[in-house]
């Protein structure tokens, strides 16, 4: 089952700022709560791969799984996670300069859930701006 959304936001930094953001590994566990660690397994200055402990919904399990970034043409970032369960995300994350201090973030999801996801669909975030 495949699910697409996009949240789109902006905020008052420079688009440097919010790339060195997502490059910073170690956000994912002060920031995302539903991370437990991050453990660099690979990196240059295209692509991460990452391990991590992410927490499942409801239950004080923490599974792992791994977290991979790259570079895309234009400075863009895209990102494919693989999840307990089968959950596979892309993520395609753009920023776009409104001003030296202003940058809108696209973040598009696309989901691809085992269909035993199903019933929880309607739980899953439509388009947003935030």
């Given amino acids: 089952m495949l699910i ?4 789109i936001r902006e905020v008052d930094v420079s688009r440097d700022v919010c790339l060195w953001n997502t490059w910073d590994h170690e956000h994912l566990y002060f ?12 990196e240059d200055s295209n692509v991460a791969f ?13 599974l792992n799984s791994l977290h991979t970034m790259t570079s895309l043409k234009g400075g ?4 494919i996670d693989t999840l307990p369960f089968g959950v596979i995300v892309k993520l395609e994350m753009q ?13 598009s999801y696309a989901l691809d859930l085992p269909i035993f996801f199903y019933p929880i669909k309607s739980l899953i975030p ?3 701006a935030l």
């Fill in 50 to 62: 990452i391990q991590t402990r992410v927490k499942i919904p409801f239950l004080p399990i923490y």
């Fill in 76 to 79: 863009d970032v895209m990102v």
């Fill in 4 to 7: 697409n959304f996009q949240i």
């Fill in 126 to 128: 439509k388009d947003r």
């Fill in 31 to 42: 920031v995302h709560k539903q991370f437990q660690f991050a453990k660099m397994l690979y």
């Fill in 95 to 107: 920023y776009i300069e409104l001003d030296p201090k202003k940058t809108r973030l696209i973040n």
